[in-house]
């Protein structure tokens, strides 16, 4: 099945910097690639997601970039704010089983002011 | 638009014990899905409904864990009997097909 690993585990940020998180997946079928933040006790929200047929995507700060070949993708935040701190999860799904995410063991973001 | 609900928030348990965990989707969303989050990882994909019936459950420990979608609307989920190892954070999500999953607030369970 599919595999899909995240780093680094931690990351600290001063404010106004950037962040980029990596994630790897095994899978070549995998064609959907989400990634959701999770504050402190909270719910995972969905921040961005891209399909395999789209090399880039970016929404305001937030971006995330696929590589096929090297089965890779990541997730980048520039103008860091205190607010991006939280754990940053990414996963991966293939067409035929698409709701089956299999989720990368997550990032905790600290952005320090 | 009201968001996935589930109840309760918070169970504690001996280990032995039974506990059920509920969930009401958003409405109109047809795909439902339980996740388990231990401490420190990400989700992990337990059953996946659309409707009433199943289309994964392949990672759901079918010795001990239950769940049903009997009116394809509510879900729950069932563990009999708990371990200590089921200690961790049931979350439930809905999808309108094949679309973003909208995840719940979640149970944290605790098995004593």
């Known amino acids: 099945g599919e595999n899909v690993e995240q780093h680094p585990s931690t990351l600290s940020v001063q404010e106004g910097d950037s962040a980029v998180i990596k994630c790897t997946y095994s899978?070549?079928?995998?064609?959907?690639f989400p990634w959701y933040k999770q504050e402190l006790g909270k719910r995972p929200q969905l921040i961005i997601d891209i399909r395999s047929n789209v090399g880039e995507k970016k929404d305001q700060r937030i971006a995330v970039t696929l590589n096929k070949t090297a089965k890779h993708f990541s997730l980048h935040i520039t103008e860091t704010q205190p607010e991006d701190s939280a754990v940053y999860f990414c996963?991966?799904?293939?067409?035929?089983?698409?709701?089956?995410?299999?989720f990368g063991a997550g990032t905790q973001v600290v952005v320090t002011p | 638009e009201a968001g996935v609900a589930q109840s309760p928030r918070y169970k504690i348990i001996e280990k032995r014990q039974s506990v059920a965990f509920w969930c009401n989707p958003i409405?109109?969303?047809?795909?439902l899905y339980w996740y388990q989050q231990i401490l420190g990882q990400g989700p992990k994909l337990l059953i996946q409904?659309?409707?009433?019936?199943?289309?994964?459950d392949s990672q759901l420990p079918k010795d001990r864990f239950s769940a049903e979608r009997l009116k394809g609307v509510d879900s729950t989920l069932k563990i009999q009997p708990a371990k200590l190892e089921d200690s961790a954070v049931y979350l439930c999500a809905s999808s309108l097909g094949k679309t973003q999953q909208f995840f719940g607030p979640g149970t944290r369970l605790t098995v004593l």
């Open positions: 996963a991966a799904s293939r067409g035929d089983s698409w709701g089956k995410l299999q």
């Open positions: 409904f659309q409707n009433n019936g199943v289309v994964d």
């Open positions: 899978d070549s079928a995998s064609n959907y």
């Open positions: 409405s109109g969303h047809a795909t």
